[in-house]
């Protein structure tokens, strides 16, 4: 089945770099994907990462997946106030299965940046 | 500006009310999503569709009813018939067999 699982609070300091983690169980997940939730808003899209792939950067976001653990990450360097916010990991299953086209989301982890 | 449109913002239901959340979208998108998101349990799928005049149930379908009357258009009906109602809402849409979804801003629904 389904399963994605997230710590839910992670606190930092202005400047250091913030590592948020995530586990997946489903070993036939496509894409992987990180959103960010602001306050009283939608999610927004920050990257994705293929299945295929290990590694991702995008500015100050990289990403990390490991297949063999199923561990996927979401490193931000230089973390701002701004950064403070609900980051949700999420997987998108094969197109051959019934899941297609469906994210599966985790719980979400609360960012606390402080100054 | 393509986007997806919720509305109201805010909603209150008296107890053995029906409302309806209203979900817009202009960006073309095949497949569209209605979440709900409590504190602490991320988000659960309630209905989603990939098609017109098509839709499925996800997780936690009991208590709600949808339509797809038109590609652009995904109206939730939460009715009496949902205990726990008090949460907000997220409708998404995204192209099919593409990569990630666009969401809306939200309705937070408060029963009174």
């Known amino acids: 089945g389904e399963d994605v699982e997230q710590s839910l609070f992670l606190s930092v300091r202005e400047g250091d770099s913030s590592v948020i983690n995530c586990t997946y169980t489903?070993?036939?997940?496509?894409?992987l994907y990180w959103y960010k939730q602001e306050p009283g808003a939608g999610l927004q899209l920050l990257t994705y990462?293929?299945?295929?792939?290990d590694m991702k950067q995008d500015q100050r976001l990289t990403v990390l997946l490991n297949k063999k653990d199923k561990h996927l990450s979401l490193r931000i360097a230089d973390t701002q106030t701004g950064d403070s916010a609900i980051y949700f990991c999420?997987?998108?299953?094969?197109?051959?299965?019934?899941?297609?086209?469906?994210?599966?989301f985790g719980q979400g982890t609360i960012l606390t940046v402080h100054p | 500006d393509g986007g997806i449109t919720q509305s109201p913002k805010y909603l209150f239901r008296k107890e053995g009310q029906n409302v309806t959340l209203s979900c817009e979208q202009n960006?073309?998108?095949?497949?569209m999503y209605w979440y709900r998101q409590d504190p602490g349990q991320g988000l659960r799928l309630i209905y989603y569709?990939?098609?017109?005049?098509?839709?499925q149930k996800g997780d936690i379908a009991e208590g709600y009813s949808v339509s797809r009357e038109k590609k652009e258009s995904f109206p939730l009906t939460v009715t009496s018939a949902q205990k726990n109602p008090t949460a907000f809402y997220l409708c998404?849409?995204?192209?099919?067999?593409?990569?990630?979804?666009?969401f809306g801003s939200g309705t937070r629904l408060t029963v009174v």
């Open positions: 998404a849409s995204s192209p099919l067999g593409r990569y990630g979804y666009t």
């Open positions: 489903d070993s036939s997940s496509t894409y």
């Open positions: 990462i293929f299945s295929n792939m």
């Open positions: 999420a997987e998108s299953l094969n197109a051959g299965g019934t899941s297609y086209g469906k994210l599966t």
């Open positions: 960006l073309n998108h095949d497949a």
């Open positions: 569709s990939q098609i017109v005049n098509d839709f």
